[in-house]
């Protein structure tokens, strides 16, 4: 129960941002290494400043909401399990 306390309180800090990073990403299926986007194709499609752009990226990859490959030129993103279901109950709670 405190795990999915915790899990909701880390949702509910979320900046509109970072959850339109993260729908954007959802709705684009960049869910793994084989879907993931272009870090400038996701940058193109979200409605950010580069600035805040970059902070929302930085922030859901320290929480484990999306993560970065990189091994090319160009770095790979996607959301993981847990920004998965981070949308999921944004969704369900009718915030997106």
Sequence with gaps: ???SYYFESVIDKLSLAEIEVLNTMTKQSAI?????????????????????????LLILEAI?????????????????????????????RGNV
Aim: proline share 0%.
């Design 64 to 92: 484990n909401f999306i993560e970065v490959s990189a091994g090319s030129r160009n770095h790979l993103l996607y959301v993981t399990e847990f920004g998965q279901q981070a949308i999921q109950n944004i969704s369900e």
């Design 32 to 56: 793994n290494k084989f879907s993931a986007l272009k870090k400038k194709e996701l940058f193109e499609e979200v409605e950010l400043t580069e600035t805040s752009f970059r902070k929302s």
């Design 1 to 3: 129960m405190l795990n």
